[in-house]
């Protein structure tokens, strides 16, 4: 008798077998070895699946058919077979000892694009910028790393991840889009908000990176294949939105300093634009000018080497007409302020009327984008600032070290995290915790949610909290009275806060009660002339008296509810319930935990 699941030989494939294949199947599929597999596979987009029975054995990996099928018909396949062909024909050049053909075969070898596959994979620009944040955190730490023969991390490739770096940190700057910023051990992290989409990225600490031999770098290089292109991309996309010729022209002198980001903030800035068309001759000579003062006497041969690069990069431009010259690139649009939302407005208006100035052992790279970004002036020390320490305009230094010497009465010493704090908080937080020499507050993340139920909410996260509202002149409640506590026995049955915070509301709303009652019936004796002696602890012992009736009668009610409650309740509701009860329970814990480890820190350090 024949089962009823039989298949015939021949006859086609049912359920899993016939939509999932494993990764040696798909090899010999499409007859490519695993690296150019693992390549292909990320650079389109094509990630394990997971068949609901793996019937190969649970140690394989599933990819869909319909991917595989994506790959096979892709045309880069071609390309890099027609690149192995293309290798086999060098080796051999090289094996007959013909050095000049194979160098001549290298020159010739097929390149792969990548433009049509950023196409299809991001249809629309939204999609890129919504896939930035691995693609920026990838490209900062190439531009980091040191280029390496061995491990083929070529010169250019660094040199391009970093330009494509200060290009995008430049933009993020001068058009004010920057967010939050946070210092970590891993780096410091950055958050942007461009067209709706907030834009997170890990810049890696300006120290001598030391790549590991445990590092998968061939699947970092694949990956960085990609998003080298689509950066750039997106980097063209968003220069021409502010009427910006992509890509930049930098100033050589700056660029030859290690001021790329300065230099590139230069050709970006809005300040220096307000004469868009005038002719080359008047930008040379303002241009000779900044140079002059920047710099000091140079020789007349650099300034027209200087002078002739610019026309040649200027040239072009004007004879398709272009924008202008080198620093008269955008043109001032009448409604851009009507234009910026409110978040952009606060950033920009931030530092708006400080100057900065950088001493050598701050992290300038990091500072130099932050500080712009909010609205301030900055300079460093060293060749190339646009002025020098000992201008009297300067409001703030920036120092991070023990303790400074030589100070100028005119302006503040401050570490660099009081620039970070305050932008995180959004005002100019006082500079007295942040002087030289003094350890300064914790550094709060930005990232975490002080709002949220249960959360541990730290001392100067309170401290900053009250800043601001002084600051947009507002008042906070006290604690202990607000419409919070009006009634907390409703919040503990809604579950807003536990039974030990309503009881100690409770209590404080109590006491207040008692104290208000006792203040009038003192007055009346005091109108009748009656002497009196005031008592606390009589009150005391009366709102504890009635709080912890109060308590116990409430307990019972809320008890009685919640049970009332559950029975009402069907199945999945009443394990949904329990299942968010044992999460608060938890976030409790935490809390606790913290709290406990605060007081042991504290008494150890009294």
């Given amino acids: 008798m024949v089962g009823k699941h039989y298949r015939p030989p021949g006859k086609k494939k049912e359920g ?53 099928a994506f790959l096979h018909h892709e045309p880069l396949l071609e390309v890099h077979r027609a690149i192995k062909t293309h290798e086999r024909k060098i080796k051999k050049a090289e094996a007959k000892k013909n050095i000049e053909r194979a160098n001549r075969l290298r020159d010739q070898t097929p390149k792969p694009k990548i433009d049509r596959i950023i196409r299809q994979r991001y249809p629309r620009f939204v999609d890129a910028l919504g896939e930035m944040d691995d693609c920026l955190s990838m490209v900062h730490l190439f531009a980091a790393l040191p280029a390496s023969e061995s491990k083929k991390i070529d010169v250019e490739r660094v040199h391009k991840c970093r330009r494509l ?73 968003l220069y021409h939105s502010i009427n910006l010729k992509y890509p930049p022209l930098l100033d050589p002198r ?11 903030s230069r050709y970006v800035g809005r300040d220096t634009r307000h004469s868009a068309v005038n002719s080359e001759s008047v930008d040379l000579v303002q241009h000779e000018q900044i140079e002059a ?21 200027q040239l072009p ?44 052992e701050v992290p300038r790279e990091s500072l130099l984008f932050v500080i712009p970004a909010f609205g301030g002036v900055v300079s460093w020390e060293g060749e190339g600032g646009p002025f020098g320490e000992s201008d009297q ?28 704090d305050c932008v995180n908080a959004r005002i100019i937080l006082p500079t007295m915790d942040y002087m030289v020499g003094k350890i300064p507050p914790p550094h709060l993340s930005p990232f975490v949610d002080n709002e949220e139920e249960g959360a541990y ?25 607000g419409k919070d506590l009006e009634d907390p026995q409703n919040l503990l049955a809604e579950g807003v806060i536990d039974r030990a ?40 012992k009366q709102v504890s008296t009635e709080v912890t009736k109060s308590g116990e009668e409430s307990s019972y009610d809320v008890q009685n509810v919640d049970d009332m409650g559950k029975l009402l309740m069907s199945r999945k509701k009443r394990k949904l319930l329990e299942a968010m009860q044992i999460s608060n329970d938890r976030k409790q814990a935490k809390h606790d935990l913290i709290k406990q480890r605060k007081k042991k820190l504290e008494a150890a350090q009294s």
Avoid at 35 to 63: A, D, N
Avoid at 210 to 231: C, K
């Fill in 165 to 237: 770096a200060h290009e995008w940190q430049a933009f993020i700057s001068r058009t004010h889009k920057l967010r939050k910023a946070f210092v970590s051990v891993k780096g410091i992290y950055y958050q942007a908000a461009i067209e709706g989409q907030a834009i997170t990225w890990l810049t890696p600490h300006s120290l001598q990176q030391v790549v590991s031999e445990e590092v998968d770098l061939p699947t970092m290089l694949n990956f960085l294949q990609l998003y080298e292109p689509l950066l750039g991309f997106v980097n063209f996309r």
């Fill in 457 to 481: 909410v730290p001392d100067y996260a309170q401290t900053i909290k009250h800043l601001q509202a002084a600051a947009r002149k507002e008042i906070l409640p006290l604690p202990g009275v």
């Fill in 501 to 540: 915070e309503a009881n100690e509301a409770a209590q404080r709303k109590q006491k207040m009660l008692m104290l208000e009652k006792q203040y009038h019936e003192d007055l009346k004796k005091e109108l009748q002339h009656v002497t009196y002696a005031p008592s606390d602890s009589t009150v005391d």
């Fill in 254 to 264: 700056l660029e030859a300093l290690a001021a790329d980001l300065y230099a590139l």
């Fill in 393 to 420: 305009s300067i409001t703030h230094q920036v120092v991070d070290r023990d303790s400074q010497g030589h100070r100028f009465l005119s302006r503040e010493y401050v570490q660099p995290q009081w620039i970070f």
């Fill in 317 to 360: 431009s004007n004879e398709h007409g272009g924008p202008g010259a080198l620093m008269h690139l955008v043109e001032e649009a009448a409604g851009d302020e009507e234009e910026e939302d409110q978040d952009t407005r606060e950033c920009k208006k931030l530092f708006e009327n400080t100057k900065f100035f950088l001493s050598r």
């Fill in 16 to 68: 899993n077998a016939a939509k999932f294949v494993t990764r040696s199947q798909a090899l010999k599929l499409l007859q490519i070895s695993l690296p150019l597999f693992r390549k292909l596979c990320i650079l389109k987009g094509v990630t394990p699946r997971e068949p609901k029975k793996k019937f190969k054995g649970t140690h394989q990996t599933y990819y869909h058919v319909k991917d595989i």
């Fill in 293 to 313: 003062k920047q710099s000091g006497a140079h020789s007349e041969d650099e300034k027209s080497e200087l002078r002739l690069a610019q026309l040649h990069h």
